[in-house]
């Protein structure tokens, strides 16, 4: 399945808060419609990958499979209408440039926080995801590899990976405006999943170390707790920490957990709170803004926050595209390497059926050691005759002009069957 390779995407570019949240994917789900999409579609090399900035979908085949792909999603979801959520898709159908888009974001290129390091990892799981359900064939195995590379470059030739200018940290930049009239202010952190974490590790290198965190796992908040010099506090007591806080942070997904504004003000909130809310679905309800004092930020605020390792990012981005633009090129002539590879063996096959045919009429007049001998000489003579034209197939590879010369070999196929 050459140069069918397609992406269905949904992000913070295109589409509010509200319509991500519908369409978000936890772990479970990505592997649901992983199985989905490989019992009631051809698609081949299947990557599904959603974060709380983007849901996506890539997938090799002849077919526009956009419609099906987002009826299926819809049906994981537990919605069957799909009119509202389907425009807020763009389906990239050009082979390259689904190749491009899938590099872009793997490499924090089209990142809310440009160069944002966790989109690698979550790239990452869903490979891992992809090939532990077998939706991860030659192509997509090639193609992430390529990718991973690509990532170890810019890692170690730009400025890229720099500094600390990720969705955790300008939260935590967040964290200290908000807070730099209090003296010594409390911070919730509610979750410990990975954005929990780095968020919890940035408070390290903060002023502010008065940090609570409460996780359903007592086990492991205490362990982030340890690491992160903070406190842990049992779930249970949850609601009475939110009260005690001036400033929460919710990384558990609202399916999970919500607060609610009906629920606050059963708590009796006393006290101005700060709440910021990274998860998706949001676990945090906007309306706790008609409340005296309170304020609600969500993961589109931290978009507009830059930072002096931003800016660096921001100045290494041509590098960044060079490296991708190598990679891609790299990829692209293996892609086309791929393509000649069944034409060469095509070629292979028609003359080694040529070369017994003619063996085969003068076999009964050699002995044993004469037949070996012969083997081997016409085996040689078949491989140089073979390797010429392979080894010009693949310089027109890496010249970009292998499609005339696989379709004249292909006529010449043509011509010898018409001849025999």
Known sequence: MQNQFKALTLSYKNAPIAIREEVALNEIACKNLLDKIREFTEAQDVLVLSTCNRTEVYYTSGKDLSREIVKLLAIEKGFIATKRIQPYFRHITNHEEAVQHLFRVALGLESQVVGDMQIMNQVK????????????????????????????????????????????????????????????????????????????D???????????IVNRTHRKALELAQKSSAKAAYWENVWEEIKLADV??????????????????????????????????????????????????????IRGRTTEALEMRLAAIPQVQQIMAEAVAEFQNWTREMAMSPAIQQFKNRLEQIRQQEIARHLKKLGAEEKELVEAITKNILNKIVKMPALELKAACQRGESEALLEGLSALFDLEKEMA
């Open 125 to 200: 799981n869903a490979y891992q995801w992809s090939a532990d359900a077998g939706m991860a064939g030659t192509f997509l195995h090639r193609l992430l590899h390529t990718v991973f590379y690509a990532n170890k470059r810019v890692a170690n030739e730009t400025a890229f990976r720099d500094g600390a200018a990720s969705v955790s940290y300008a939260t935590v930049e967040l964290v200290e405006e908000l807070t730099n009239h209090l003296l010594n202010p409390r911070v919730l952190m509610i979750g410990v999943g990975e954005i929990g974490a780095n968020v919890c």
């Open 248 to 301: 929460v942070i919710c990384s558990v997904p609202g399916d999970c957990f919500f607060i609610s504004r009906q629920e606050l003000e059963k708590q009796g909130l006393q006290v101005p709170k700060f709440f910021i809310d990274l998860s998706m679905p949001r676990s945090i309800d906007s309306e706790l803004e008609q409340l005296p004092g309170t304020s609600v930020y969500n993961i589109d605020t």
């Open 202 to 212: 940035n408070f390290r290198k903060s002023s502010i170390d008065n940090i609570t």
